[in-house]
Nanobody
Framework: QVQLVESGGGLVQAGGSLRLSCAAS????????MGWHRQAPGKQRELVAS???????NYADSVKGRFTISRDNAKNTVYLQMNSLKPEDTAVYYC???????????????WGQGTQVTVSS
């Protein structure tokens, strides 16, 4: 089993910044892609940003130039630096991790419990 523990959410004014962290723990052979999704009230969960084990990144168009995803493989942790926040960024942010437990083994997807980000206008 893998546990993902998120931190760093909160309330911030428009134009402000927040940094989210997500630490993975448990017995894994390798952590592949890690990423952040978000879900606003009444909307579907959407991808915000992802990063591969080789540090290739992918961003939603709505956050490009404002958010930066990074990871520390030694700590099994992924970060999301969010700058120039807008009220429309308000959502619950979820960490996701793709892991395998053996070399060349099947890959499994895990989610964190979510952390609330609220941006006031």
């Amino acid at each position: 089993q893998v546990q993902l523990v998120e931190s760093g959410g909160g309330l911030v004014q428009a134009g402000g910044s927040l940094r989210l962290s997500c630490a993975a723990s448990g017995s894994t052979f390798m952590i592949h892609d890690m990423g952040w999704h978000r879900q606003a009230p009444g909307k579907q969960r959407e991808l915000v940003a992802s990063i591969s084990s080789g540090a290739s990144t992918n961003y939603a168009d709505s956050v490009k130039g404002r958010f930066t995803i990074s990871r520390d493989n030694a700590k099994n942790t992924v970060y999301l630096q969010m700058n120039s926040l807008k009220p429309e960024d308000t959502a619950v942010y979820y960490c996701k991790s793709i892991v395998s437990f053996t070399e060349d083994g099947a890959r499994y997807q895990y989610w964190g419990q979510g952390t609330q980000v609220t941006v006031s206008s």
